[in-house]
């Protein structure tokens, strides 16, 4: 168990629909990332949160969005979903400092879009 | 971030050190070397860091040259558990609120019984 917990492990829903993924991060951490793993694309960087404010933004579709909580955990919310947005989507976190880029990756959330 | 160039595969003996090269022969003085794997389908995990000395944890050790361009990971003493896609990442660690790391394509490892 690494510390970061996302939900849900799976998803399969269907074309058009709208999910929200969730990210607790590693207690004491303050950033959270979401990466997005398809099949033939490798590791995509999403996006950066830091104490609640967006930090660094990758190849984000304008069809998801991110936010960061006041207890920092963090939602990835993916809307009128296509069949390409079939993935696995990581979270990490890391802390503030010198250690900024170490992070800790969730086990990740499996999203099947039919 | 400056460029990494890893070979795609390699393959090791159980039990034997798995040694995995690393090319960034254009790193800046102040760009640190990082090492993630990620076992299939789990999240990536990181391993170590370094900048320019040689690091050893209970993982790995870290390997620098001295004029910094390669380094190598080398894990002493394979297991079938460490057959993953290995990431040497090149990155100035100075932002304290972090920022994207950006993963390549990675070495896969296969460690062989």
């Known amino acids: 168990d690494s510390g970061v917990t996302q939900t849900p492990k799976h998803l399969i829903t269907a074309t058009g629909q709208r999910v929200t993924l969730r990210c607790s991060p590693r207690?004491?951490?303050?950033?959270v990332y979401w990466y997005q793993q398809s099949l033939d694309q490798g590791l995509q960087f999403l996006i950066q949160?830091?104490?609640?404010?967006?930090?660094a933004k990758g190849n984000i579709l304008e069809r998801f969005s991110a936010q960061q909580f006041p207890d920092l955990h963090s939602e990835l919310n993916l809307s009128s979903l296509e069949l390409g947005d079939s993935a696995l989507y990581f979270c990490?976190?890391?802390?503030?400092?010198?250690?900024?880029?170490?992070?800790?990756f969730g086990a990740g959330s499996r999203l099947t879009v039919l | 971030d400056a460029k990494t160039t890893q070979p795609p595969s390699m393959d090791c003996a159980e039990g034997r050190a798995a040694n995995l090269p690393c090319n960034h022969s254009?790193?800046?003085?102040?760009?640190?070397v990082y090492w993630y794997r990620q076992i299939h389908s789990q999240g990536p995990q990181y391993i170590i860091h370094?900048?320019?000395n040689n690091e050893t944890n209970e993982m790995a050790s870290l390997i620098i040259t001295e004029d910094r361009k390669s380094s190598t990971l080398i894990l002493p003493h394979a297991t079938l558990r460490d057959t993953a896609v290995y990431y040497c990442?090149?990155?100035?660690?100075?932002?304290?609120?972090?920022?994207?790391?950006?993963f390549g394509e990675g070495t896969q490892l296969t460690v062989n019984p």
């Open positions: 254009t790193i800046s003085g102040n760009e640190y």
């Open positions: 990490a976190s890391s802390v503030y400092g010198v250690g900024a880029n170490v992070l800790t």
């Open positions: 370094g900048l320019k």
């Open positions: 207690s004491g951490d303050l950033s």
């Open positions: 990442i090149v990155r100035v660690p100075q932002e304290t609120s972090g920022s994207r790391l950006t």
């Open positions: 949160y830091y104490n609640g404010e967006e930090r």
